[in-house]
């Protein structure tokens, strides 16, 4: 609860408002004085609130939604002034490796061939364009292309190769979609090098680039202790971007001059601690470590519960068979700001409208470039109800108080404030999330305001309407129990939608009569790998309620590349994990080599968990359909319609998982003709 100049400003009912008129014999002087003042000039640019689709595979479900739900969640996403109204949009540069919870494809599998029509990133940047056009685009690869490490795990083996693939993806971006990047990074959460950014920022230059900045490394900020020994690698480096900083800089990251970003925070399961955390960094990172952007890994937690990070977005939408989504409560701490406050608008100083709250909380007061409007956003989140999943918080508290907000000579012209309100709660009672409540008039330059704990409010001169958010949301389901795909009906080198690529790259290509579409898996040979899946030389994409399948029937017809052909195709049920783990799960993985007739049943990806294997009578020189059927402990493979084993399995493969297909090693290989049923 707060009040302000006789308005009740909280929960608007009579009951309340009545127990507020009871509570208003607090003095004057029981109220804590804080002053916006921009006599002295203000602070840093506010550079935006951004989310990250990508790093990896975050968005893969949202493409597939119905058409009026897909909209109505980007609108959440993207549209001004509605939901979250995201600044900016940041991007992975598909790399064909894992890289968190899936692969996203590269423009170049190989050094050969070019395509800007693989994946779903680029839709999304168009979809949000669409929306708002003012939003920055900023693109980082986390993976790379095996070709591009030379046979090396290196990026920076040929950095003029590296920076050539880059600025080729940025290129494809404004010749094939017309979008114009903003922003690129170097790689993601692993090691730079000045020299490959220099070379990169030539490379820019050299091919009309001039305007896209680089923001280095995002990773940690040993990359200003660099640019501090180095005047070229300073000047190729507009912007430091560094992850999870846990509100804080450093000195030598403050003497670059150079503005400070949190390029990717937040990673947290999106309940009301979520939303906490968020509201708490959003204003903190500038508060305490003069951070002007901050962007939230991930955007929208558009990928199956069961991969790594569920929920970790600022809203949900993992149910494109269902139409079900949810707008959840992160999405209305970034509204605070948002809303009223753009790209361009300018931070006052510290101490004069940007600051710690005497008895926990922060605010930060932003002015337009015209210096005609004014937002104050305030929080007040307690520790135990804002804790991000990294760093570690250290403990404080946060209590009532009242605070009285004192405006310079300067904002003389404020004679009101329009009242934007949060309360998270924590019991049974419900939420208060992005009120509008009524303005409150400044008298003699001040506002008065009795502040509780878990809330944001936003005092601001810019007039808006509340708008309704949408309703009729289809109600929550289950992957559906049977499910059939011929990739008929995706465009050309779509990624086919409901599977879930965790290593390797699967995209629909044309091959003619009768097959006409199929998946065909693309990887040739290990990528420059982000993380350790990709380590197994074993291509997978997986699809299905992996929390509640464990008996199942699972079929597809498969085919080993005649050019760069894989060695192996599979089937496999009860898939236990994804992710950067996907090397480790277990499951039912059922292997066949058709040039030398034999098949191997294992119990794990990894292949270290033999089960049974054999040799296989007649395979078919082009096409062979591969059947599993998994009840219980009963496991029965099939090939062709016939049966080529039938088998017991321990009480350990028992655990429900998907049901996936792939290839060993990686290669060629094409997948069509795919059904799965629950049994």
């Known amino acids: 609860m707060y009040r302000s100049n006789h308005y009740f400003l909280g929960r ?59 909209n109505e969640i980007l609108d959440y996403l993207f549209k001004p002034g509605f939901g979250a109204s995201l600044q900016i949009l940041k991007v992975e540069i598909g790399g064909d490796a894992q890289s968190t919870d899936g692969s996203e494809a590269s423009h170049m599998h190989n050094s050969w061939e070019e395509n800007y029509f693989r994946g779903y990133e680029w839709w999304l940047l168009k979809e949000a364009k669409k929306r708002n056009p003012s939003i920055k685009l900023y693109c980082l690869p986390w993976g790379f292309p095996y070709w591009i490490g030379n046979g090396t795990l290196s990026p920076y083996k040929t ?47 050299t091919n009309g680039l001039s305007n896209v900045q680089i923001v280095a490394a995002d990773g940690g900020w040993s990359i200003a202790d660099a640019m501090l020994k180095d005047e070229e690698l300073q000047a190729a480096v507009s912007y430091i971007g560094v992850h999870y900083p846990g509100t804080v800089s450093t000195d030598k990251a ?77 999405i209305w701490m970034t509204a605070h700001t948002t809303h009223f406050a753009g790209i361009g608008w300018k931070y006052l100083k510290h101490d004069n409208g940007v600051g710690k709250l005497k008895k926990g909380g922060s605010y930060v007061s932003l002015v337009s470039p015209s210096g005609k409007d004014l937002t104050i956003v305030i929080e007040t989140m307690s520790h135990n109800h804002s804790q991000c999943i ?43 999330l992005f009120q509008q409540q009524k303005p409150i008039p400044v008298i003699n330059g001040q ?7 878990d809330q944001v409010i936003t005092l601001t001169t810019v007039k808006h309407d509340q708008l309704q958010p949408y309703g009729n949301v289809p109600p929550s389901a289950p992957f559906p129990t049977m499910y059939a795909e011929d990739f008929e009906g995706f465009p050309l080198y779509a990624e086919p939608y409901n599977f879930a690529q965790q290593t390797g790259s699967f995209e629909v290509v044309q091959v003619g009569e009768p097959y006409n579409k199929v998946m065909r898996q693309m990887v040739l040979e290990s990528p420059v790998a982000w993380c350790l899946a990709d380590y197994g030389n074993t291509s997978i994409t997986v699809i299905g309620n992996s929390s509640a399948w464990v008996d199942t029937f699972v079929s597809v017809k498969a085919r080993i590349g005649k050019v760069n052909g894989s060695k192996e195709v599979f089937i496999a049920a009860r898939v236990s994990q ?36 054999g040799t296989i009578s007649e395979t078919e020189p082009d096409w062979n359909k591969l059947g599993l059927y998994t009840k219980g402990n009963i496991v029965i493979g099939l090939l062709n319609e016939k049966i080529i084993f039938s088998t017991s399995v321990e009480d350990i493969y028992l655990k429900p998982g998907f049901v996936g297909l792939g290839t060993y090693p990686y290669g060629i290989a094409d997948f069509d003709m795919f059904f799965v049923e629950e049994i």
């Open 447 to 453: 506002v008065n305001l009795t502040l509780g704990v």
């Open 159 to 205: 950095p003029l190769v590296t920076a050539t693939y880059v600025t080729k993806w940025i290129l494809g971006a404004k010749t094939h979609h017309n979008l114009t990047m903003d922003y690129v990074g170097i790689w993601n959460e692993r090691a730079f090098t000045a020299d490959y950014i220099k070379i990169l920022r030539k490379c820019l230059n």
């Open 578 to 613: 994804g992710g950067c783990s996907t090397l480790s799960s277990r499951g039912v993985f059922f292997f066949v080599d058709p040039i030398n007739k034999t098949y191997h049943l294992y119990g794990d990806i990894a292949k270290s968990k033999a089960i049974l294997s």
């Open 254 to 330: 403050m003497k670059t001059g150079r503005p400070l970003w949190s390029s990717e925070d937040y990673s947290t399961f999106n309940n009301n601690v979520g939303a906490g955390c968020w509201a708490r960094i959003l204003n903190q990172n500038y508060v305490n470590g003069y951070m002007s952007s901050t962007i939230s890994w991930n955007l929208i937690a558009s990928y199956y519960s069961t991969l790594p990070y569920n929920r970790c977005g600022l809203m949900t939408a993992y149910e494109p068979w269902s139409g079900h989504y949810e707008v959840n409560s992160p």
């Open 390 to 432: 990294r760093p570690a918080l250290p403990k404080y508290t946060v209590e009532p108080q009242n605070v009285t907000i004192q405006l310079d000579s300067s904002f003389s012209f404020v004679k009101q404030f329009y009242i934007w309100f949060s309360e998270l709660s924590f019991t049974q009672k419900p939420s208060v």
């Open 12 to 70: 608007s009912c009579s009951t309340l408002f009545m127990l507020w008129f009871l509570l208003i014999t607090a003095t004057a002087s029981s109220f804590q004085l804080y002053n916006v003042d921009q006599t002295n000039g203000t602070g840093r640019r506010f550079d935006g609130i951004g989310g990250l689709s990508g790093g990896g595979a975050t968005s893969k479900l949202l493409v597939n939604y119905p058409e009026k739900q897909r």
